[in-house]
């Protein structure tokens, strides 16, 4: 009987929670630091995009859904795939969200946590899925 705290939830909340955080604070800190420069709020996005995804893909098949090494490239697409679309979402949605909100670090955070919870669901059905769900 595995613990509760060795459960793939339990793990994916930990991980997940840790990814989400970072993924949080990175977009503000980003904008606070390249907005000056005079990059625009969706240039932004699309580097916190980038650097999060490889963060969370590393931790999430190691630590989370712990599937084997010899998979990795067939889940690395998937995933870069999921969070490409996620992605695109995001571009469409943060401009409507900083028109109501007013800036796009508030507008981004509201953001995240819908696709927080969603991302558990598609990386353990369709990413990680194990080789007995085929």
């Known amino acids: ?4 705290l060795n459960t793939k939830q339990a793990r994916f909340a930990l ?9 949080l604070a990175s977009y ?8 000056p420069l005079g990059v625009n709020y969706l ?14 893909f590393i931790t999430q098949k190691r630590f989370v859904f712990k599937t084997k090494e010899s998979k990795a490239h067939q889940e690395l697409l998937r995933f870069v795939g999921f969070q490409g679309a996620l992605l ?13 909100i007013g ?15 969603l991302s ?6 369709v990413t990680f899925r194990s080789q007995s769900k085929k």
């Open 15 to 23: 991980v997940g929670g840790l990814n989400f955080a970072w993924g």
């Open 1 to 4: 009987m595995k613990s509760k």
């Open 43 to 56: 240039v932004v996005l699309v580097i916190a995009y980038l650097i999060n995804t490889v963060i969370s």
């Open 28 to 35: 503000p800190l980003l904008y606070w630091v390249l907005n």
């Open 120 to 125: 558990y669901f598609f990386h353990d059905k």
């Open 88 to 100: 695109v979402g995001n571009l469409l949605v943060l401009p409507i969200l900083v028109s109501f």
């Open 103 to 117: 800036h796009p670090a508030i507008a981004q955070t509201a953001w995240a946590l819908f696709f927080a919870v």
